[in-house]
């Protein structure tokens, strides 16, 4: 457990109600806004503003603090401006990933070690409008590949495309039509999926490669699995939520299972692909497994990041795209291929449901 916490189902609560209040400040954030961090441990909101904020928001924030406590703190850069710049650096080539800092005191850029020198010397990156510094690190790792799921389909559940092997992520509708999300680079438009017991699922349609996003026609249900690769339990979904920094979050994919004690370090990431016909994938959120194991493996790609609720409960997150950092096998243990990732990206869902006009399916 985080420090300060007797149980998860503490944790949980706090959290519930930190993000409350920030999903209230987001709805009427204005150019001034940077970022927020709800990390529970800190028992308080910390809202990141560039200049001084509307008096709206201070009266908001007034309101807020008779339940829950929120802290105003001075800002740089706004997230406006911090999310061009990351989208703007993440095209230089040898850039792996660029991290908007979430108190908007610049950008964070990731570049193989034997390439920093060379990305810091990039016009680019020298003469960017906002501060940068330039990081050692490798580049996120795509994480292709429970076992035989029948229909109505659960998020987290094994399929498998020509491509290889992910994930199953959320059951959406779309007008209508009940589908099922998951990862872009797991198949292309018009291929036919299997579970992992080789039984049809549906074809492939509405692949977003630069969102890294796409759908399988399959009957889905609004339900992911939880346990390890091989279990058979679920939790029901319950709603979507935000991801903020510091809030604790849970994979669950069917390579290597569910993962907790994960925390949100960073959103509005993108990652360098340098290709066509994306120069960026994103916007992305950033977690890392705090206790050093796996937050995903090859294999989860698609499946869902969700956050429990206290009413037994999960709201759904974003679907994995990859992982990073690579961890030694005995540190994931249980997983069908290796290695493990001690840091998750995924894709929110309010991005992916937005870009196909659709609503998440609950339980």
């Given at each position: 457990m985080p420090a300060g916490f007797a149980s998860w189902a503490e944790l949980i609560s706090v959290q519930e109600k930190l993000n409350q209040a920030a999903t209230r400040i987001t709805a009427v954030k204005g150019d001034g806004f940077a970022g927020i961090v709800a990390a529970p441990e800190n028992r308080e909101l910390r809202v990141y ?95 292709y590949d429970r076992q035989a799921d029948i229909p109505n389909f659960y998020g987290g559940g094994r399929f498998w495309s020509p491509v290889g092997g992910c994930s199953t992520g959320f059951a959406i509708n779309t007008a209508g039509t009940v589908q099922m999300l998951t990862a872009g680079h797991c198949g292309e438009n018009g291929q ?172």
């Amino acid at each position: 457990m985080p420090a300060g916490f007797a149980s998860w189902a503490e944790l949980i609560s706090v959290q519930e109600k930190l993000n409350q209040a920030a999903t209230r400040i987001t709805a009427v954030k204005g150019d001034g806004f940077a970022g927020i961090v709800a990390a529970p441990e800190n028992r308080e909101l910390r809202v990141y503003w560039k200049g001084s904020a509307a008096t709206s928001v201070r009266a908001l924030v007034r309101e807020l603090n008779r339940t829950v406590p929120v802290r105003l703190l001075p800002a740089r850069y706004s997230e406006a401006d911090l999310a061009a710049t990351a989208r703007k650096l993440a095209t230089v080539p040898d850039v792996a990933s660029v991290v908007p800092q979430v108190d908007g005191s610049g950008v964070q850029v990731v570049a193989n070690e034997a390439k920093v020198a060379k990305v810091k010397a990039t016009p680019a990156v020298r003469d960017s409008a906002a501060v940068v510094s330039v990081v050692a690190g490798d580049a996120p790792v795509a994480t292709y590949d429970r076992q035989a799921d029948i229909p109505n389909f659960y998020g987290g559940g094994r399929f498998w495309s020509p491509v290889g092997g992910c994930s199953t992520g959320f059951a959406i509708n779309t007008a209508g039509t009940v589908q099922m999300l998951t990862a872009g680079h797991c198949g292309e438009n018009g291929q036919a999926v299997t579970t992992g017991a080789g039984v049809n699922m549906g074809t492939i349609s509405n692949k977003i490669t630069c969102t890294d996003i796409e759908i399988i026609n399959t009957p889905s249900w609004g339900r992911v699995f939880t346990g390890g690769p091989y279990s058979g339990t679920s939790v029901p979904i319950g709603g979507t939520a935000s991801s903020f920094v510091g809030n604790y979050v849970v994979t669950s994919g069917a390579t290597s299972g569910e993962h907790s004690n994960i925390q949100v370090t960073a959103v509005n990431l993108y990652l360098g692909v340098n290709g066509i016909p994306c120069s960026t994938v994103g916007p992305l959120v950033q977690a890392r497994q705090l206790n050093g194991t796996c937050a995903v493996a090859p294999g989860d790609s698609g499946g869902p990041v969700i956050a429990y609720r206290t009413d037994g409960k999960a709201d759904a997150l974003g679907t994995m795209t990859a992982g990073a950092v690579a961890v030694a096998n005995n540190l994931c243990p249980g997983t069908i291929y290796t290695p493990g990732y001690n840091y998750v990206y995924y894709i929110p869902i309010g991005t992916s449901l937005g870009s196909y006009g659709a609503s998440i399916v609950t339980s």
